[in-house]
């Protein structure tokens, strides 16, 4: 018996997965009475020794909640209990407690116990009588006086008014029978080992259940700590049913002690933050900001409860970024480099120092040069310098679609926003940039009603699309090229002013061919080299660029003598007839083939260019022998003392407008009008 008396050790909880085969720890019941029910327990609790840990607890009432508190971790799984000490408990611990209810067996045998000595029997139990139990008594036609009780001290007066009656037997629970008995009345207890063991029984199946949902929820946890984003599930009336570490440190709260609060009560930050409705809002916490989803947590009711995820803001745009750039098109990758950029003049010294110095800006760029100047070439350095090197590159020519056309190209259209138009709708080109950098070619080119909605896109950095009425929001480097002067467009009326002031921020200024005349030998071999590398016919001949420019140094001068109007895009095209004739010099038949390298590398002599390119030799293409006008000579000369004046500041066109007294514009527009 003392065996029973006493606690059986057990060994601690451990988290053992599902596929561990080691056995589990048993449940712990306490089976909490005193009197006549703790020996009751005592003689039953041996049937469970290998179920449960049975501990007999002898407390009652406060005692029994005290023990059950000061238990902590070790706390039982379930609580057996009778009667008022039952009722008292459930209402006080935090473990589930099953009370003991006595069977109609039970009641028939004590009153028929009672009726052996007196046929005056009283029933008492606690609270209001049950029903069946009247019932039971008027189908026997039994002469019983019903009563109840609530407490301790109202279970006394009970009986002493029992006794008072003339009543000469008690049926009750423990603590009746034993205040019958010091009464000097006959007293039977109620319970029997049979209702006893079916609340054990019971005891069983609430503790594996509470196990079961134990695991769940550890379980549930688990997931929810391992979760990017902070979690929290609330119940209807706001309070947390499960939260995780990492919303509970943005929260400053503890999150074992938070289940059970309301959310508001917790974190009172919250309360203008959280949405209203299902669905994502944008919030802001202790100066982080969050991308809120509320929606419904499943359950058996239409406010069930809900569930709120907190993600920042920073994460979905590092998501954003990532999809775009594994969705990038390949034609929005900018493909040239700064190095690419060949010329040692100090013009181009400059050129490369500015593309430098705006790559690290994000403020609009313009472009100005002649065509074929690499104003493309430019702007894609620029964007592989910058800090949006790893998203697209976008670039559009505004002179190559008809307006209409350009708009849905630009801005994208909503389905069903015109004839034709695709289902579901199409994101524009500024769109399409997000993150990286939108290249407007021939900016001048663009049609009235759509530069003002390009100014409004540059001033709100949002787009609305044909046919929609919200804005989606851009976050774009715009960077535009023309080859026209554009103050001339806005004196003409064909150019908004406040978008040429929006577009030219920063702005540099490419110098035309002509200009540049040291460059032009080492351009032209850099082209002939790119050819021979895509020509296996010439990669032999002219392995690499020294190889090329020899074979060009005796034409250096009639190449410098030509104006280039088409600039570098006609001197390519010159390079790529030369490398054509050249492949064809492999064919000599009289030349043993280990000797044909050297007659390839015979240098180009200007009969042979002339042939190849006449248009170089062109009088009308050299501006020594051609007849000008007087204006024309006017502006020539004007020209010449500015190219003078620029080259006495090393190409820097800012000096050199402070000095001549004009603005970039002007000094642009003298020089391409003197090249025309």
Not at 94 to 99: G, I
Not at 234 to 252: F, S, T
Not at 438 to 444: K, M, Q, R, Y
Not at 566 to 578: F, K, W
Request: a neutral charge; glycine letters at 6%.
């Amino acid at each position: 018996m003392k065996k029973l008396r006493d606690r059986v050790a057990s060994p601690p909880p451990m988290n053992i997965p599902p596929s561990d085969p080691s056995p589990r720890p048993r449940p712990r019941i306490w089976a909490m009475g005193i009197s006549r029910l703790r020996d009751l327990f005592l003689g039953i609790a041996s049937e469970y020794e290998g179920r449960a840990d049975v501990r007999v607890v002898s407390r009652g009432f406060e005692d029994a909640a005290h023990e059950i508190a000061a238990a902590g971790a070790e706390r039982p799984d379930v609580v057996v209990a009778g009667g008022s000490n039952g009722a008292y408990l459930k209402t006080r611990v935090a473990v589930p407690v099953v009370l003991i209810n006595p069977t109609g067996f039970d009641v028939m045998h004590a009153l028929a116990r009672a009726r052996r000595d007196t046929t005056s029997v009283a029933l008492v139990t606690h609270g209001d009588t049950p029903d069946e139990m009247r019932r039971f008594a008027a189908a026997f036609s039994l002469d019983v006086v019903f009563a109840s009780y609530q407490s301790a001290q109202d279970a006394e007066t009970c009986v002493l008014d029992l006794r008072d009656r003339g009543i000469g037997a008690v049926v009750g629970p423990g603590l009746v029978a034993d205040l019958a008995a010091r009464a000097g009345m006959s007293a039977v207890f109620l319970y029997s080992r049979a209702s006893v063991r079916a609340a054990f029984e019971t005891a069983l199946e609430v503790a594996q259940a509470t196990r079961q949902e134990a695991v769940r929820r550890e379980r549930l946890d688990n997931l929810l700590q391992h979760l990017r984003d902070g979690v929290v599930a609330l119940d209807a009336h706001g309070r947390v049913e499960a939260i995780n570490q990492r919303l509970a440190a943005v929260l400053g709260i503890d999150a074992a002690k938070a289940v059970g609060q309301p959310l508001l009560e917790l974190a009172p930050e919250l309360a203008g933050v959280l949405p209203d409705a299902d669905g994502d809002t944008l919030a802001s916490v202790r100066g982080v900001s969050y991308v809120v989803h509320r929606g419904p947590l499943a359950g058996s009711g239409p406010a069930a409860g809900t569930v709120l995820t907190f993600q920042e803001s920073r994460a979905v745009e590092r998501l954003d970024r990532t999809l775009r750039s594994r969705q990038r098109a390949p034609q929005f990758t900018a493909r040239y480099q700064l190095e690419e950029l060949i010329g040692e003049c100090a013009s181009m010294e400059r050129v490369r120092t500015l593309v430098r110095r705006y790559a690290k800006s994000d403020a609009t760029v313009l472009i100005l040069g002649e065509s074929g100047t690499g104003k493309e070439m430019v702007a894609q350095s620029m964007h592989r310098l910058s800090v949006r090197r790893d998203f697209p590159f976008v670039a559009i020519n505004c002179g190559a679609f008809p307006e209409a056309l350009l708009e849905s190209e630009l801005f994208g259209y909503e389905e069903g926003a015109f004839t034709g138009a695709r289902k579901g709708g199409k994101a524009g080109l500024i769109e399409a940039a997000h993150r990286g950098t939108l290249f407007l070619d021939e900016i001048g080119e663009m049609p009235l009603p759509l530069q003002s909605r390009l100014l409004r896109v540059l001033q709100e950095r949002e787009v609305v699309r044909l046919g929609a009425t919200e804005p989606t929001r851009v976050d774009i480097r715009v960077v535009a090229a023309t080859h026209r002067a554009l103050s001339d467009g806005i004196e003409a009326g064909m150019f908004r002013a406040d978008l040429y002031y929006r577009l030219n921020i920063l702005n540099i200024a490419l110098p035309a061919l002509r200009d540049r005349s040291t460059d032009l030998l080492p351009l032209a071999a850099e082209l002939l080299w790119q050819a021979a590398c895509r020509d296996p016919r010439l990669a032999e001949q002219i392995p690499d660029r020294d190889a090329a420019e020899r074979l060009l140094v005796s034409v250096d001068d009639a190449l410098r003598r030509h104006t280039w109007p088409g600039n570098v895009r006609e001197l390519q095209n010159v390079i790529e007839r030369i490398a054509v004739e050249l492949a064809d010099r492999e064919v000599v038949r009289d030349v043993p083939r280990k000797d044909r390298r050297l007659v390839a590398a015979r240098a180009l002599t200007d009969d042979e260019l002339q042939a190849i390119a006449p248009e170089i030799f062109d009088a009308s293409s050299r501006g020594d022998d051609t007849p000008m006008t007087l204006r024309e000579r006017s502006r020539h000369v004007e020209a010449d003392e500015i190219r003078a004046v620029l080259a006495a500041c090393n190409g820097d066109r800012d000096a050199t407008c402070r000095k001549l007294g004009i603005s970039k514009t002007t000094l642009w527009r003298r020089l391409n009008t003197s090249a025309a």
